[in-house]
Each structure stands twice: as structure tokens, then as C-alpha cells.
């Protein structure tokens, strides 16, 4: 860790780069500024490896009372056996979740040690996380993406939470939850940064510094939590907006702009650092709506643009990242949102740039009854997945498969698809 201070400060004071608010609600299309092409890379066939609430891992049973080695060695065969499986399935990279929250799976100068190893914020696990997945994945021929959710503190606001957030004021580091409470909002029933403060944006991209300098990392992702707000649970922002919001048409153009900025700043500090590792975003499928915007797709979903105010294809137009990784998670005959339509129009969207496209599946959808859905059971779902890598490999543009999440390939329902991904990419 010794030079990733000097080498973090330098980044951010060349990364930070104004750039004008949009004019107009149709986003104009500007003359692609190309990301570096890749070198004949092979299709990527991932999966996203899940740590908040410990959805994937670690093990809940490794935190429950267990002396220290017994959890350690629990864990760490707990994530070597799923590197085998994800091996054996053909999968080459993970998507590791390594910032689920205000908390790091590394050794950080920055943020205290994730609650999910231990149960307890801030004690060190016996571990490096993050090192520990590099060195087993690697050994594997396996890439690793860190992925971080760049503005969550924390997955609830409960009095409990508070108290262990409040906790950590002894730490160092302590969460931002305590060092700058000025920072914290609440939305969607969490504590969030808030991300109209330049200096939030500024200590998130130090945060994705401190890991690309430090670790050997094949890629950075950050996922489609940007403004994150629930119809009961909104952010307040007016005060923040009202002290930067200047100049802008509407608060919704002013977070978009927010958006931006903290995507630009962290694929130049990324490039600057360490021009090979990728920077890519997973955002919600639906771009904008043709209804809202002529050059929408032909669907009825939330959109990014609109929700999370993330104008994702413009990130694309303008070469900020190297890939993207939209979360298309409905069936080919699911009319508001067809997963056709959407893997088409995102192809269109990536053709004239050097911008990757890999397409997140819905593997957590397989072989569970749904109404609006009921392609997902039907042969256990292994037509429809057909249909959906067929497609993948059909449009050029398209360079890999995301699977979310890697425990569905270890559940009943999802089985008879885990056997045709096996027989389709293993080897």
C-alpha cells in the first residue's frame, strides 16, 4: 500500500474534469470517443459472486461462533469449491462484490473491514479477501472484476445498524457513516451517500484507486446502484442541490450530470493508474423508452435514465468505459421489456464505438413460477437460455454472457440449465 497514497491524489487532481449539463431530454449523439479495443479477447462467460447479506458468500454458518481458523479455512474452501464448479462450468471471469456496502472484503486504508466475514464491522478476518479470490481464480485461468456499489452505507437503517455504524468512531479507519454524517442520506429504506457532493465522488473514486493500484485486478464494475430510491423512501437532495444545482434545467439534469461525473473521474483515475484494467457498468436493461425519447427502445420498463438518473448510453458514446453490462432479465416473449428487442437495441448502441457489450441473464429467474414469466419453467428453463445465448452469439457486437447470481447454479430449480450451461461451455 506504501505509494497508492501519492499515486491516488495525483489521479484524482487530473481526473476531475467538468463537463456541461444536457440541453435537451433526447440525448444528442456525439462522435464516439473510442475506449481501447480489445485484443482478441475470448467471449466472457461470467457470473456475479454476491457478498452483501452474504448472498453467495461467505457461508452465514462460517460467522456463527466459530473460532477464527475454523472460519477461515470454512470460507476459503467455501469460495475454492465454487471457483472449481464456476471452472467446470466453463465460466472465465467473476464478478467479485468486494464494496457490498460503506465496508471492504481488502485490506483498506479507507473503509473498515467488512461485517460479512466476521459479523462485526471493522475486525480483520484473518485474511485478505479480495487477495485470496485473485491467487484462486488466477490459479484457474479465471479473470476477476471488483465490483463495487459505489453509494450504499448500508443495507437497512435500524436502530441496531446505527448503533455498529456509530460503533466504529474508535476504528481506523471508521465508517463514513461517523467521519462525515453530513455525507449520509437515506433511500430506499438505506443509508446512502449522497451523490451530489463533489468531495462523495471524489472519496469513491480514491476507494477504486486504492484497489486498482494495490491489487492485481482484472477489471472494475460498478452496478446500477446510483440513485437508489424507493416511492416511500425518495433522497433529499434539495439542500444539495440547491447549493450545486445552479445552471441546470431541472434537479433530474443536474443528477444525471452527477452521474457523469463520478463515471469519468473513475475511468480516468482507472486508466491513469492502470491503463490494461476495465472499467465497466452493469445498469438496469431499459436505457430510456421510445415513448420518452425517439431514440429509446421499444419497451415499457423503469429506466436509467429516468430512475437511477444514468444516462448509460452516453457513457458508452463517449468512450468512458470498456464495457457494459446491461441486466436484461426478461424472457423473449415479455412484451414491456422483450429481451430481443433489448439485446439488439444495445448492439446498436455499441456498433460505432469500442465499447464491449456483455449481457446479464436472469439465472435467478430460472425454474421459479411466475405469471408474467412462465417461459422460466418451461423444461426447467433451458429453452429459453437457449434462445438467449443463441441470440448473443448471433449479434457481433455482443461479447459475453453475466449470470446473476452464482448460488442460483447450486439451486434445485435451476439445475436442468446448470447441466446445458455445462454441456455449452464446459470442457
Known sequence: MKKSGALIAAALLLASCASKPPSSLVTPLPKPHPAKPAQNQEPVRGVWLTTVSRLDWPPVTSVNGSSPAIRISQQQKALTDKLDN??????????FQVKPDG????????????DMMTGNIGEYPGYDPLQFMLDEAHKRGMKVHAWFNPYRVSVNTKPGTVAELNRTLSLDPASVFVLHRDWIRTAGDRFVLDPGIPEVRDWITSIVAEVVSNYAIDGVQFDDYFYT???????????????YGQGFASKADWRRHNTQQLISQVSHTIKQLKPDVEFGVSPAGVWRNRSFDAAGSDTRGAAAYDESFADTRQWVQQGLLDYIAPQLYWPFARDAARYDVLAKWWADVVKPTNTRLYIGLALYKVGVPAKNEPDWM???????????????????????TILFREDYLNQPQTQEAVSYLRSRWGS
Open 86 to 95: 464456476l471452472k467446470s462450468l466453463g465460466i472465465n471471469t467473476v464478478f
Open 103 to 114: 465496508t471492504a472484503l481488502w485490506s483498506s486504508r479507507i473503509l473498515p473491514w467488512s
Open 378 to 400: 418451461v423444461k426447467g428453463g433451458v429453452p429459453e437460455l437457449k434462445k438467449q445465448l443463441d441470440l448473443n452469439e448471433s449479434l457481433p457486437q455482443i461479447k459475453g
Open 229 to 243: 430510491e424507493s416511492p416511500g423512501s425518495a433522497l433529499n437532495d434539495s439542500q444539495t442541490y440547491k447549493k
